[in-house]
């Protein structure tokens, strides 16, 4: 029987952990752990993403700070936005929810964030660091899927990883990961040709295409792990996990799987920011 990845369970006990490392730092610092996020439009699922960070600060002890700005917004508007957050000693992470209004220059937005507060990963330069093995905060997607197949004792050594999507916060520092951690990997995305052919030779299928049921569970090859970063309405993912689990043997659900562990590893690094500055 598959193992089912149970990343719900992982972010819950990461949690307990926290709030111990944040009670720590109180009695250190003197001050709460603090992460900015900014909300930048009327998009209502981007608002309910925003308010389940702020919930998994206040259940650890953290303050998360909230920043609404209108859909009118300038880019130039949001880039002193941000530099005022870098510049703030209380601020310890900068979140700037996706997607923002189509007039801003999000990439510029991202850039604008101080690699010592780019808790959610979203820089070049953290990217680049991060692929050359270099501190730096990963995307917290991909490193929340890292971090559940550590905890579930899954190793990509040696093992052919296929990464399906290439977006610059999930599929692109995914593969990197994986690289780094000595699987061989290959990347498809919506110009491939013959995708079930390079999912068959999968030991590790991380589906994040955005499409879903994109990957059919006849593709699955016997025994391999499957991680499912989707969520569509109906409560699947870009995998057609009833027939695919049959077959692997460890997979995520959808949901609870890679969802929680995308916040749970967002405040995790928002804390490691926070103790760095007093180190240094």
Sequence with gaps: MAVILDGKALAKSTEQALSGRVNRFKSKSGRVPRLATIL??????SATYVKMKGNACARVGMLSLRIEMGQGTTTKQLLDK???????????????????????????AFEAVSLEKDVDGVTCLGFGRMSMGRAAYGSATPAGIMRLLDHYNIRPDGKHAVVIGRSPILGKPMAMMLLNRNATVTVCHSKTRDLADFVRSADIVVAAAGKPQLVKGEWIKEGAVVVDAGYHPGNVGDVELTSASLKASAYTPVPGGVGPMTISTLIQQTMDAAEKSIIN
Excluded: F, K, M, Y
């Design 82 to 108: 941000i530099n005022e957050l870098n510049d703030d000693p209380l601020t310890d992470g900068i979140l700037l929810q996706h997607p923002v209004p189509s007039q801003v220059d999000e990439r510029a």
């Design 40 to 45: 930048v439009g009327d998009d209502p699922a």
